[in-house]
């Protein structure tokens, strides 16, 4: 494992890849971190910046201004909403701005067992990165101080969208796909999702990179706004780091053992008298690599079990949206049921991919439950479908409604 240096090297998302800069030499483009590596110089300080797809981001109010109380709100909030443990997870925050009673803050996670995955090139060549942060504080950090703006670039297969707002990361979400049709078939309904969760939305300009030049006719004719190209990345301003502590506790001990494979060798150039002790010491250190390396074997089941939690995590990635929880609708349903009208709902089924609600009433009273749940933006998140009634006794009706997410 070599030792991470002076020279900083930075690995963010492309296109269709990763872009390595190192130091103040020309930007370069890799299909794998595999390839990554071998153009890494030896003595590379390595920072990784993840794609948004890669990480988890929300926002919160909290009643709280002091750092160490927000953190430990935060670990409230991310024990409630994720579907595994905590201590599977590397996360930070973000404060964005500040009342005098709270704050509004910005929270990213990560699966350990993804960045495991994702980090598997660079941690088998030894080359784990000094820092993990998120490509999209670098473009937050590209952008003016001041005002409200909508950027986007590509980032391997997706079309990242962020808001910047007073030169802070204030929302970022990617887009499936990198052409216009399906930009702009999800961007408008991704800003009113973020609009009401308390994100300025109301932006001033819009920036692109040049990667994403094929979107500015259709952004500007969209939004009547002006679109610029973004600037050159600099590095973050923000401290986010999500480099697990285990890694960072490796970078430690490997430091440590450079340094004493060094005094190694100028002891046994000034004592040459303790030659056979110091063949001696580098057989213990050969056994030490056996037992490391049998110790690595066992744990290989472990690292299948956690891809397997992964996947598990993926499939579940709806019920860490409130708007999708089955009592969350349930309580909208009941609550567009017109008080003056007689009608109630006779049956209630919820899947992953759908939801199905029955009821029994007159025809006005279906009329007005169906117009006043289309009108609910709770509902926003759901495609919510009709069947035609079927009639009852006495100016009865049975109707069915169907939301299934969008």
Same mark, same amino acid.
């Given at each position: 494992m070599k030792q991470n240096g002076a020279t900083p090297a930075l690995l963010g998302p492309d296109a269709h890849g990763w872009r390595l800069s190192v130091g103040s030499g020309a930007e370069q483009s890799v299909t794998t971190l595999d390839e990554a590596v071998t153009a890494l110089p030896a003595d590379a300080n390595v920072e990784l910046a993840l794609p948004c797809q890669s990480v988890l981001i929300e926002r919160h109010k909290l009643p709280s201004t002091d750092r160490a109380e927000l953190a430990d709100m935060l670990q409230l909030q991310l024990e409630k909403t994720l579907p595994y443990p905590l201590e599977d997870v590397s996360h930070g925050f973000e404060i964005l701005s500040q009342g005098e009673n709270e704050s509004t803050v910005l929270t990213f996670a990560a699966s350990?067992?993804?960045?495991?995955?994702?980090?598997?090139p660079l941690r088998e060549k030894g080359r784990i990165p000094a820092r993990i942060t998120l490509h999209a504080l670098r473009v937050a950090a590209s952008c003016p101080d001041a005002g409200t703006i909508l950027a986007l670039w590509p980032e391997q297969g997706q079309t990242a969208c962020a808001i910047i707002s007073e030169g802070k990361l204030a929302w970022a979400q990617p887009i499936a796909g990198l052409g216009p049709d399906a930009v702009l078939g999800e961007l408008p309904g991704l800003l009113l999702a973020?609009?009401?969760? !308390?994100?300025?939305?109301?932006?001033?300009?819009?920036? +692109?990179?040049?990667?994403?030049?094929?979107?500015?006719?259709?952004?500007?004719?969209? &939004?009547?706004?002006?679109?610029?190209? %973004?600037?050159?990345?600099?590095?973050?301003?923000?401290?986010?780091?999500?480099?697990?502590?285990?890694?960072?506790?490796?970078?430690?001990?490997?430091?440590?053992?450079?340094?004493?494979?060094?005094?190694?060798?100028?002891? !046994?150039?000034?004592?040459?008298?303790?030659?056979?002790?110091? &063949?001696?010491?580098?057989?213990?250190?050969?056994?030490?690599?056996?037992?490391?390396?049998?110790?690595?074997?066992?744990?290989?089941?472990?690292?299948?079990?956690?891809?397997?939690?992964?996947?598990?995590?993926?499939? %579940?990635?709806?019920? +860490?949206?409130?708007?999708?929880? +089955?009592?969350?609708?349930?309580?909208? %349903? +009941?609550?567009?049921?017109?008080?003056?009208? !007689?009608m109630n709902f006779t049956a209630y089924s919820f899947g992953l991919r759908e939801w199905v609600a029955k009821g029994e009433g007159t025809t006005d009273a279906r009329f007005a439950l169906v117009t006043k749940l289309k009108a609910n933006k709770e509902l926003d998140g759901f495609d919510l479908q009709t069947p035609p009634e079927q009639p009852l006794k006495d100016n009865q009706v049975t109707f069915t409604i169907t939301g299934k997410p969008r």
């Open positions: 350990r067992a993804q960045l495991d995955t994702l980090c598997a973020a609009e009401l969760q !308390g994100v300025p939305a109301d932006f001033s300009e819009i920036r +692109i990179s040049e990667e994403a030049g094929d979107l500015a006719d259709g952004l500007a004719q969209h &939004f009547g706004k002006p679109v610029l190209r %973004l600037g050159p990345l600099p590095g973050a301003k923000s401290d986010l780091d999500l480099l697990p502590p285990a890694w960072q506790a490796a970078l430690r001990s490997r430091a440590r053992g450079d340094s004493l494979k060094q005094n190694l060798i100028v002891a !046994g150039v000034v004592w040459l008298v303790l030659i056979a002790g110091a &063949f001696g010491y580098l057989a213990w250190l050969k056994n030490r690599v056996q037992v490391v390396k049998r110790e690595h074997d066992a744990m290989k089941p472990r690292f299948a079990g956690i891809e397997k939690q992964m996947a598990r995590w993926e499939s %579940l990635a709806p019920v +860490i949206e409130p708007k999708r929880y +089955i009592t969350e609708v349930l309580h909208q %349903l +009941i609550t567009a049921i017109p008080g003056d009208k !007689g």
